[in-house]
């Protein structure tokens, strides 16, 4: 199993920027791809982003690109998530998931088996 822990949220004035992390323990870091998803008040969790266990492949929600970035450091066993021009609508409760590699979707949660707590992120206007 893989321990997850991200922190780094707060609050935040629209177009400031964030930058959570994600910090694992237990098993072999680099064995896990790993995502980050979100879930706003009343809205079911959605996917963010997501990157590949060497960080050779990276994924992005559509509507995030460009503002959002994944990043990982398999000496230190940490994922980032540098969120820049952020807007009210991307208040939410940000989570970090680790996957193995034998599932192959990842932008499916039902896809990753570890989850963090969660961060929460508010975006004033």
């Known amino acids: 199993q893989v321990q997850l822990v991200d922190t780094g949220g707060g609050l935040v004035q629209a177009g400031g920027s964030l930058r959570l992390s994600c910090a694992a323990s237990?098993?072999?870091?680099?064995?896990?791809?790993m995502g980050w998803f979100r879930q706003a008040p009343g809205k079911e969790r959605e996917f963010v982003t997501a990157i590949s266990w060497s960080g050779g492949r990276t994924y992005y929600a559509d509507s995030l690109k460009g503002r959002f970035t994944i990043s990982r450091d398999n000496v230190k066993n940490m994922v980032y998530l540098q969120m820049n021009s952020l807007k009210p609508e991307d208040t939410a409760l940000y989570y970090c998931?680790?996957?193995?590699?034998?599932?192959?979707?990842?932008?499916?949660?039902?896809?990753?088996?570890?989850w963090g707590q969660g961060t929460q992120v508010t975006v004033s206007s």
């Open positions: 998931a680790a996957k193995t590699r034998t599932y192959y979707d990842f932008r499916a949660s039902r896809s990753y088996g570890y």
């Open positions: 237990g098993r072999t870091f680099s064995n896990y791809d």
